[in-house]
C-alpha cells in the first residue's frame, strides 16, 4: 500500500501561485509515474500534470506554460507549481501514484481562485 498526502491549497487571487507537494510513504518501492489531477464540482477528474521516475513530464493543455511538476525520487515527494492562477483552476487538486499497475490516490486538496 502506498499512502499519499497533499498539502499547499488554499485561496488565491487570480493571478496568484500556489505550491502543492504530496509525500508517499508506506510500500514506495517501483513507484512509477506520480501526477496531479483535479475535480471541480459537477464534473469529472481531469489530469493535470504528470512526472514519470525518470523526469520525463506531460501537461494538460490548459495548463502549460502555467503549471510546473517537479519530484523528488529521495524524499518520495512530487510538486506542483501553479502560476497565472485563472478560476478556472478551482477545483479539488489530487495526488496520484502508479505502482505495478494500481494507481494511489491521496484525500486531495482544495485549490479556489477568485476573480
Known amino acids: 500500500q502506498v499512502q499519499l498526502v497533499e498539502s499547499g491549497g488554499g485561496l488565491v487571487q487570480a493571478g496568484g501561485s500556489l505550491r502543492l507537494s504530496c509525500a508517499a510513504s508506506g510500500s514506495i518501492f517501483s513507484i512509477n509515474a506520480m501526477g496531479w489531477y483535479r475535480q471541480a464540482p459537477g464534473r469529472q477528474r481531469d489530469m493535470v500534470a504528470t512526472?514519470?521516475?525518470?523526469?520525463?513530464?506531460n501537461y494538460a493543455d490548459s495548463v502549460k506554460g502555467r503549471f510546473t511538476i517537479s519530484r523528488d525520487n529521495a524524499k518520495n515527494t512530487v510538486y506542483l507549481q501553479m502560476n497565472s492562477l485563472k478560476p478556472e483552476d478551482t477545483a479539488v487538486y489530487y495526488c496520484s501514484a502508479d505502482q505495478l499497475g494500481q494507481r494511489y490516490w491521496g484525500q486531495g486538496t482544495q485549490v479556489t481562485v477568485s476573480s
Open positions: 512526472i514519470t521516475r525518470g523526469g520525463r513530464t
